[in-house]
Structure formats: structure tokens, C-alpha cells
């Protein structure tokens, strides 16, 4: 079983910048960034294939985030610019799915216990 370690949320003013980690226990070749608001359901942010590093972003936050990998595949971040308050959610790391460009939740495997990212205007 994977274990997945996110860092990096806190609070921020709209047009600051985020850098979000996670450090898996073992090697993956799929990883993605999740979040959900209160109220909402989780929703796909960022994934990425670690071995051929194809990147994959939701279309809200395309142009702002970006996410990578290190050469290990055992650690993604999501680098967040521009952070606007509806960007404010618990955000998720996960691994293993049923493709790398899944980004419904359903089909992801293994998930962290999120770090919360808050966004004031």
C-alpha cells in the first residue's frame, strides 16, 4: 500500500503564489493533485505520468498551476500562481490509477490526508 505525505497549504491573499508537496513511500507511475471544497465534491486538479512526464490540468486551473515530479517518482508538487479565493479547498495528493489523465477522483488508488489551502480576496 502507498502512503502519501502532502505539505505546503496555508493561507494566502488572491494573487500569491503556493507550492504543494507529496512524498510517496514507493516509486508510482501515476500521481495527481485533488481538492474539495466545503460543500463540494472532490474535484481533479493536476496529474501527471512520472515516467514519460506528461502533465494533465483541469481547465480551471490551467495557465496557473503546474505540476512535476522528481526523477525517483516518489514526490509531486503543484506549484500554484495566481491563487484566487475559489481556488480555497483541502488539496489532495494521489496515486495509482487507472490512467494518468484521469482526473475524476474514481479510479485513483491510494490518497493523503490533504493540507488545506486558503485563498482571502
Known amino acids: 500500500q502507498v502512503q502519501l505525505v502532502e505539505s505546503g497549504g496555508g493561507s494566502v491573499e488572491a494573487g500569491d503564489s503556493l507550492r504543494l508537496s507529496c512524498v510517496a513511500s514507493?516509486?508510482?507511475?501515476?500521481l495527481g493533485w485533488f481538492r474539495q471544497a466545503p460543500g463540494k465534491e472532490r474535484e481533479g486538479v493536476a496529474t501527471?505520468?512520472?515516467?514519460?512526464?506528461?502533465?494533465y490540468y483541469s481547465d480551471s486551473v490551467k495557465g496557473r498551476f503546474a505540476i512535476s515530479t522528481d526523477s525517483y517518482r516518489l514526490a509531486v508538487t503543484l506549484q500554484m500562481n495566481s491563487l484566487k479565493p475559489e481556488d480555497t479547498a483541502m488539496y489532495y495528493c494521489?496515486?495509482?490509477?487507472?490512467?494518468?489523465?484521469?482526473?475524476?477522483?474514481?479510479?485513483?488508488?491510494?490518497w493523503g490526508q490533504g493540507t488545506q489551502v486558503t485563498v482571502s480576496s
Open positions: 501527471i505520468s512520472t515516467g514519460r512526464g506528461l502533465t
Open positions: 514507493e516509486a508510482t507511475y501515476c
Open positions: 494521489a496515486s495509482d490509477s487507472t490512467g494518468c489523465s484521469n482526473l475524476r477522483p474514481g479510479g485513483w488508488k491510494y
